[in-house]
């Protein structure tokens, strides 16, 4: 049984997630989607709301859980029985950070791996900071985000004029 799990604040979720989400469900067993709840993080939706939002996206997915986790991923991972990462890379920029959490995971537990999957191209140039700055300006992010997400994130977001 290969249970994963794919750690992020989607804040909010993006299409980019989506894929990566539906992507990695197919190679897994068993995938895991673990909201982090960030306190140090001013974010846009509050914990629940995100969980709810991605447990509203995957319905469909037998094999996706959404679960949130606070502390360290590693000490999550042991509670709920997962050994695999999955990470999802943009560009170059996400590579070094992303290389040195992987490694420093590893060495907290040496059973844990990081597996990374490349962005779909369409999806490189995405992230919820971008559709963040967007909503904020009120720009179109109806190509950002799925469609039930996209009066929310105007809800929440103080348009700057
Ligand atoms: P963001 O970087 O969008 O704020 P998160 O912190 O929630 O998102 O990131 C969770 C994971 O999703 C990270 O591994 C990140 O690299 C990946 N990810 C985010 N956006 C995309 C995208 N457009 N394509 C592929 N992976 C992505």
Redesign the pocket.
């Known amino acids: 049984m290969r249970r994963a799990i794919?750690?992020?604040?989607?804040?909010p979720?993006?299409?980019?997630?989506q894929?990566?989400i539906e992507r990695s469900s197919a190679i897994f067993d068993e995938l895991i989607v673990g909201v982090?709840n960030n306190s140090a993080k001013n974010s846009l939706f509050s914990l629940d709301e995100r969980v709810s939002m991605l447990r509203e996206l995957t319905k469909d997915i037998p094999n996706v859980k959404v679960d949130s986790f606070d502390g360290l991923l590693v000490d999550y991972m042991k509670t709920c029985g997962a050994t695999i990462i999955?990470?999802?890379?943009?560009a170059v920029t996400?590579f070094e950070y992303?290389l040195q959490i992987a490694q420093t995971n590893h060495v907290e537990n040496p059973e844990v791996e990081t597996v990374?999957?490349?962005?779909?191209l369409k999806?490189?140039?995405?992230?919820?900071?971008?559709?963040r700055e967007f909503a904020a300006y009120g720009g179109d992010i109806s190509k950002f985000v799925p469609a039930q997400f996209v009066d929310r994130i105007y809800g929440k977001s103080k348009i700057k004029k």
């Open positions: 794919y750690p992020g604040s989607f804040d979720v993006t299409f980019g997630h894929d990566i982090l999955v990470r999802g890379l943009r996400d992303e990374f999957l490349t962005t779909n999806y490189s140039y995405l992230s919820s900071s971008v559709v």
